[in-house]
């Protein structure tokens, strides 16, 4: 090996190591929907657990299934726009529950509507007005991201009210009143128009992907070693000729 230069070995230590840090980030993504996956299917086949055992305090490593009563405030509607579930488009409908003798609130999640095809919110159906006994997945809420227009539903003045993301904190600011940490995902009714699907759509980013990108940033970082070592290796000389270390060949006597 030739002494290689300070710069080429500070580029290749730093390439390998970001290299190796997004590889180990893919495989910590894998696992972690591989973790959301076997949740979902356990909470399928779960036993109904009363809502006043895990309102407030729900299992970290699990989605129980409960059973609560209470009523709808049906005029204050959710509509996440969000189309996931078909080529049409769609909204996954909310509804704010009160708990009977609870003093916090409960999103439910009533589903996903098909869209008709307009941009123009599918027609919702009337929520019961009396006390209901509902049955679900008490689960976190959908995931939220960057809203370049601020909160879209405090912009809102009449419900129901539209929003790409949902976050319970802007929920509760916006019906003044404290909710309780998760929503209940309705279970599947077949007289329901709603679609409820207890399983999560990985279809575009599955855990398999995501540990093949993971090979593919540790390929890279073997492929950055073995680049440093060809270019720094030591050529060998001509056979049966020699160069001089300073370069200037010696007079002949």
């Known amino acids: 090996m030739r002494r290689p230069a300070w710069w080429s070995v500070l580029l ?9 840090r997004l590889g180990v980030w893919q495989l910590h993504r894998a696992d972690y929907k591989d973790e959301l996956l076997r949740r979902y299917a356990a909470a399928a ?16 490593n699990a989605y129980p299934r409960v059973r609560v009563q209470g009523h709808y405030l ?18 996954e409908v909310y509804a704010p529950f009160q708990p009977v003798d609870q003093s916090k609130g409960l999103l439910v999640d009533l589903g996903f509507l098909p869209g008709n095809g307009s941009d123009k919110a599918p027609e919702l159906p009337p929520l019961p007005t009396e006390q ?8 976190p809420p959908p995931g939220t991201g ?15 009210k539209t929003s790409v993301y949902l976050d319970l904190d802007q ?3 916006d ?36 540990r093949a990108y993971a090979f593919q940033w540790f390929t890279f970082a073997l492929v950055a070693v073995v680049i440093f070592l060809w270019l720094h290796r030591k050529r060998r000389r001509p056979h049966g000729r020699d160069f001089p270390e300073s370069g200037h060949a010696d007079k002949e006597i």
């Not at 290749?12 to 190796?20: I, P, Q, S």
């Not at 779960?46 to 970290?60: E, L, R, S, W």
Request: charged share 15%; aromatic share 6%; proline share 9%.
């Open 12 to 20: 290749t230590v730093v390439g390998v190591l970001v290299f190796v």
């Open 74 to 91: 049906a005029d204050r509607l959710y509509l996440l726009d969000n189309p996931k579930h078909d080529s049409m488009g769609g909204v």
């Open 132 to 139: 209901q006994t509902l049955q679900g997945v008490y689960q």
């Open 171 to 173: 929920v509760a600011t």
């Open 175 to 210: 019906l003044h009143e404290k909710l309780y940490p998760r929503v209940l995902v309705l279970d599947a009714d077949p007289s329901a128009i709603y679609v409820r699907v207890h399983t999560l759509d990985l279809s575009s980013m599955p855990p398999a992907r995501h």
């Open 45 to 60: 086949s779960a036993p109904v657990k009363a809502f006043d055992a895990v309102a407030d305090q729900p299992p970290i």
């Open 146 to 160: 960057l809203e370049m227009g601020g909160n879209a539903l405090a912009q809102q003045k009449h419900w129901p």
